[in-house]
């Protein structure tokens, strides 16, 4: 083996897609794992040239078809997380039980290296299910294959985020805005394209044994965030303080909804700031301080929810 195949889980989301392109353009071949192949087949496909990208249907329970798939690769990379727990996803499976079991056959089959992507401010946050399953999660895993690197980002944006895009959405359609806690919950985002700079140098470098907090340039409240975006829209719009018991009660409606805007868990989380801890060596103390601003980048993209689409950034006649 050439010590360039990567096995990767949840390469069909956000940090995947971008992940899958820089690994392919530096010559690393690919193995992708989906749970459905005519869903995200061609979305996974069309990231990497012909030949550098292989795509296998199975779910995180076939644990015989993915013992087989570690055979072949000599990197394994975890992309696999929820926000929210459904019918037979629940936080323990995905973020705990599913990475402990990679990290077993990682060490089963001697791979060189395992990379968990797991989330900034788990510690903190002890009365949420979400950080309390990615902690475990990192334990199992550090416990079964000590040469795993676990990454926790802050929030991740870019133009095909949840994030970003989402936000733009709710307050082109809103006249009022909600803020819990104030919106004084602080956050480090960081742009998708230096999170996967980050990966692939743990992985070039033989980055070992670690936990990374990767965080971006600038520490930004969420509602400083809103703020910055409605900047970039032109919109101007109520941002209006919440009391906790509305937010709860609006997230137990949401809960009822097959993709939830809001879960009481989330609002527990969004108590803890999303920063990084001092506890830990962070992408900058590696080397590889993230380099792209939230509004520089957020600006690229964002006329699309502005007045006039396309069309809003010129005057063509
Ligand atoms: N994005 C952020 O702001 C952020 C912040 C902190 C931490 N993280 C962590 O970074 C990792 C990647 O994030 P992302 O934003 O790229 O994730 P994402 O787009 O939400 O999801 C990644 C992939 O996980 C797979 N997946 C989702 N639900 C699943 C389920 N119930 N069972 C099995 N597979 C499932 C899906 O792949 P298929 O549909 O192809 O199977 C999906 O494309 C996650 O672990 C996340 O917790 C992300």
Redesign the pocket.
């Known amino acids: 083996m050439t010590g360039k195949n990567c096995l990767i889980f949840?390469g069909?989301?956000?940090?995947?897609r971008h992940l899958i392109r820089k690994l392919t353009k530096s010559d690393y071949r690919v193995i992708v794992v989906?749970?459905?192949i005519h869903q995200?087949g061609h979305i996974i496909k069309t990231q990497g040239n012909a030949g550098y990208i292989d795509i296998v249907e199975a779910?995180?329970f076939e644990e015989d078809k993915i013992k087989g798939l570690f055979e072949r690769v000599d990197i394994c990379i975890n992309?696999?997380?929820?926000l929210y727990e459904k019918k037979g996803?629940s936080f323990r499976n995905?973020h705990t039980l599913f990475p402990s079991l990679l990290a077993k056959l990682c060490k089963q089959n001697n791979l060189k290296h395992f990379i968990h992507?797991s989330?900034?401010g788990i510690n903190e946050a002890k009365d949420s299910d979400y950080a309390r399953s990615k902690l475990n999660g990192e334990k199992e895993i550090l416990k079964n294959f000590p040469l795993s690197t676990i990454l926790r980002?802050s929030?991740?944006y870019s133009v095909d985020?949840n994030?970003t895009t989402n936000f733009m959405t709710l307050l082109t359609r809103l006249p009022v805005f909600p803020l819990y806690y104030n919106g004084k919950t602080k956050f480090m985002p960081i742009h998708s394209s230096d999170l996967v700079n980050i990966i692939h140098n743990v992985i070039s470098e033989n980055v070992y044994s670690q936990i990374i907090e990767c965080v971006g340039p600038e520490t930004l409240s969420l509602k400083e965030i809103i703020e910055k975006l409605l900047n970039l829209i032109d919109k101007r719009r109520i941002l209006l303080p919440m009391p906790l018991i509305f937010g709860k009660l609006t997230a137990k409606f949401f809960q009822l909804l097959p993709k939830p805007l809001l879960t009481e868990d989330q609002l527990r989380l969004l108590k803890y700031d999303n920063i990084s801890s001092g506890k830990y060596k962070t992408n900058t103390d590696i080397g590889l301080p993230a380099k792209n601003l939230f509004e520089k980048e957020v600006e690229k993209y964002c006329y699309m929810w502005k007045q006039g689409g396309e069309y809003s950034k010129k005057n063509f006649y």
């Open positions: 949840g069909s989301g956000q940090i995947g989906t749970r459905n995200k779910n995180i992309l696999i997380g929820i996803s995905i992507l989330a900034l980002p929030v991740v985020d994030f």
